[in-house]
């Protein structure tokens, strides 16, 4: 790749913008108010606002290997928390995507140096789905449902954080779990059913979140 070559290409993209929306920079530079937070997969070939169809400044990206949410990671963490406590986003989207070296790699026992910890994490999600996807005897198929399952469980982390129960409990947030299939293109919504997912654990995960008592005016 010429570096070069990109920035010419940046200068080429500022003058289409400008001449369709003059102003089109100095709206962006005022802010951001985002509906969507979308966690997903750092693979080259995904690019979230474009597969999504959306203008920069209507999702808040977070991308990973794997499209991870484990709750170790302050980087993650941290995003979610200031997507939902601060710009206040109504959607959470986790999307993984088929052909993701990232689980493939899971599905391997090879030793992946420094990506091994992170990869367990994965690994952590076949275990729990173990009997499922070994009855798969098809190796692609069952290389596909991995991904769908490990969008299922990050989904759930994401719905195990503090702010995310509040925000569900307060004003409605939503937590959505994709595919994006990179064969043909297709965004795929797994529809999961949260409430019948986590009917069995989530008293385990639900967080005693009080609201802060109003102060007496009168005090």
């Known amino acids: 790749m010429d570096i070069a070559q990109i920035f010419q290409n940046n200068q080429t993209w500022v003058q289409k913008k ?25 693979d080259s070939r995904v690019s979230a606002e474009e597969l999504m169809g959306i203008a920069p ?43 993701c070296g990232g689980v493939q790699a899971a599905m391997k026992s090879g030793d992946l140096g420094i990506l091994n910890p992170w990869l367990r994490n994965i690994r952590d999600v076949y275990r729990t789905h173990k009997e499922e996807l070994n009855a798969i005897e098809n190796e692609e198929l069952r290389y596909k449902r991995l991904v769908e399952l490990n969008v299922e469980e990050q989904c759930i982390n994401v719905i195990k954080t503090a702010e995310v129960q509040k925000a569900q409990r307060d004003r409605g947030l939503t937590v959505h779990g994709w595919v994006f299939d990179v064969h ?34 009168k005090s």
Request: with cysteine; charged share 25%; net charge negative.
């Open 18 to 42: 400008l001449a369709v929306e003059p102003g089109y920079f100095s709206d962006l530079s005022k802010g951001q108010t985002p509906g969507i937070l979308y966690i997903g997969c750092s």
């Open 57 to 99: 400044g209507e999702a808040f990206i977070l991308r990973n290997i794997a499209n991870m949410v484990p709750n170790t990671d302050l980087s993650v963490m941290s995003v979610i928390n200031y997507a939902v406590e601060h710009l206040k986003v109504d959607h959470i989207v986790v999307c993984g995507h088929y052909y």
């Open 184 to 217: 043909s293109g297709n965004l795929i919504d797994l529809k999961i059913d949260f409430k019948k997912l986590l009917e069995n654990i989530m008293e385990i995960y639900r967080l005693d979140l009080q609201e802060p008592e109003k102060q007496d005016k």
